[in-house]
């Protein structure tokens, strides 16, 4: 992908393109970026399942011109039952990765739906949820194409994938890990969306859908219950914010690391950096990574579990005083305890300015495995982020949120122009973040020019088990060099388009309301206008 796409009536962008499509119908219909959102975020569960679920969590930032951004907390708690007892005296000194022990946690993500319905109602929004919910429904019952990426890791991953509960039956085909161009069908799961599409979202937690999750999850073992469910309920949060030189940008506010995604970019935009992908730019980039990530790995939790306001860290003199500590010739030593994770992005702004940056997730690749025989939804494992120590930042408590990568973005220019921007990737998600926003904002490279370009991830993603500050194969020889010479431990992928550096999108919005969307050619994504 080399040319950015523009439109005029609206612009949506997924890492999958019939969840774009799905996105882009509905802007057509004359629905609101809300409603697209709602549509995509349904699609993509379906057509792209190793990535995300019905059964994970997601957070959503959502504007309209004139007005201050409101932000979806959709993080489902632990569950009552998921005591550190609970896993102590079975013998365990850590949650298990996968199976029915690591679905822990509520799944929040269509709690989150339900919040954005409110909005989308507000921002006077007419279609009904049968009509956003119908292209995940078709593509559920009829089939899709399976992805590359999703034989690659299903193929990967077999091993502890295949004897989880129920993900043979509706995750492989006759026992076997479904190859690319094949058709796979989730009827049970379509019959599941149908049903949320005509008796409403809530049976999620508080009707059928939700007595059945739950008879399912207790059957094979995991601590969640029907009580877990009727008590989630996703919350309206105010974003977090930090100012640039110049533009606002927001994210989102903890159990998410949405802080450290704004603290990197208001530290690099302190330290004079005066063009893109030299040494200077990405040493500053990744030092100002590590600064940010020393504060997020010390503090960001659960807020209910905070000491501190995240919004301390993001003045202007905060941020400046912080970026003091760079050293912009040597390299700060870098071994951190990493995080992986898979997740999806997308982004929306319909004809009116309203944005939506939204990002969904079952933490790894396929989450627990478990999927729940009687719905056919597959549940997170983004539990096993807690820690069963006493003395841990994440320790286990019931009721308790557990920290989350996922982060979606959002700026407002001093020029008038709005932009939304995001990409999954675990640990990678603020660095790929902040690549696309300062190459495009601060250094003026056409939208998808900033979405393609080389990029870098400090630190571990994908299954991947070193901490290095690893390189795609395009960056130059000599830049490579100079890092190493300033202390940088590096890995240059072979890959020249890496799925380690995540799967990126961007649509910004002019004032004269010309609208431009940029897909990550390292995903099976698109930009749909409509």
Not at 254 to 276: E, H, K, R, Y
Not at 383 to 388: A, N, R, V
Not at 458 to 471: A, N, Y
Not at 500 to 519: F, L, W
Request: with cysteine.
């Amino acid at each position: 992908m080399i040319h950015t796409k523009r439109a005029l009536g609206g612009v949506f962008v997924a890492p999958h393109h019939l969840a774009a499509q799905a996105g882009r119908d509905v802007l057509k219909e004359g629905g609101n970026a809300a409603e697209a959102m709602i549509a995509a975020a349904a699609a993509i569960a379906v057509v792209y399942p190793h990535m995300n679920s019905i059964g994970g969590d997601g957070f959503w930032l959502l504007s309209e011109p004139g007005k201050a951004p409101v932000g979806i907390d959709a993080c489902g708690k632990a569950a009552a039952k998921a005591t550190r007892a609970f896993y102590t005296e079975q013998g365990f000194d850590a949650i298990p990765n996968r199976g029915p022990l690591a679905a822990l946690t509520a799944a929040g993500t269509v709690g989150g739906w339900i919040k954005a319905q409110e909005v989308a109602k507000q921002w006077g929004g007419k279609l009904p949820l049968n009509r956003l919910l119908s292209d995940a429904v078709v593509h559920a019952r009829n089939g899709v194409a399976v992805s590359s990426s999703q034989e690659r890791l299903t193929r990967v991953k077999f091993d502890e994938l295949s004897t989880a509960p129920g993900f043979a039956k509706h995750l492989l085909m006759d026992g076997q890990v479904p190859v690319e161009g094949s058709v796979l069908k989730q009827s049970t799961l379509g019959d599941t969306l149908a049903r949320m599409g005509q008796v409403g979202l809530d049976d999620f937690y508080r009707g059928e859908l939700a007595q059945a999750m739950a008879e399912d999850l207790t059957r094979v073992g995991s601590p969640i219950g029907l009580a877990d469910l009727n008590n989630h309920h996703a919350q309206f949060v105010t974003p977090l914010q930090t100012e640039l030189n110049n533009s606002t940008i927001y994210n989102m506010t903890p159990p998410t690391q949405g802080m450290a995604s704004l603290m990197i970019l208001g530290m690099f935009d302190t330290l004079g950096v005066q063009q893109a992908d030299g040494f200077d730019y990405l040493h500053g980039m990744v030092e100002s990574t590590k600064q940010a990530f020393l504060v997020r790995d010390r503090y960001c939790t659960d807020p209910a579990y905070m000491t501190v306001n995240p919004s301390d860290f993001l003045t202007r003199e905060a941020l400046a005083e912080r970026a003091k500590k760079i050293n912009m010739q040597r390299a700060l030593p870098w071994p951190q305890d990493p995080w992986q994770g898979d997740t999806i992005w997308m982004g929306c702004i319909d004809s009116e300015g309203r944005t939506a940056s939204f990002i969904q997730s079952v933490f790894w690749e396929f989450g627990s495995g478990v999927v729940c025989p009687s719905t056919g939804v597959m549940w997170q494992n983004r539990g096993i982020s807690f820690s069963l120590k006493e003395d841990a930042l994440h320790r286990l408590e019931p009721g308790r949120k557990p920290f989350h990568t996922l982060n979606p973005a959002m700026a407002r220019f001093k020029d008038g122009r709005s932009m939304v921007y995001g990409t999954m990737g675990g640990e990678g998600q603020p660095q790929t973040q902040a690549a696309v926003f300062s190459r495009y904002a601060l250094f003026n490279q056409p939208l998808q020019t900033a979405v393609t370009a080389p990029r870098w991830l400090l630190g571990r993603t994908w299954g991947e088990q070193s901490t290095t500050l690893k390189l795609e194969s395009r960056f130059d020889a000599q830049l490579v060099a100079q890092l190493r010479d300033a202390g940088h431990v590096l890995e240059v992928l072979p890959e020249a388009f890496s799925d380690t550096m995540g799967h990126a999108g961007a649509v910004v919005r002019h004032p004269n309301g010309m609208m431009e969307g940029a897909a990550d050619p390292r995903s099976d994504g698109s930009v749909a206008c409509a």
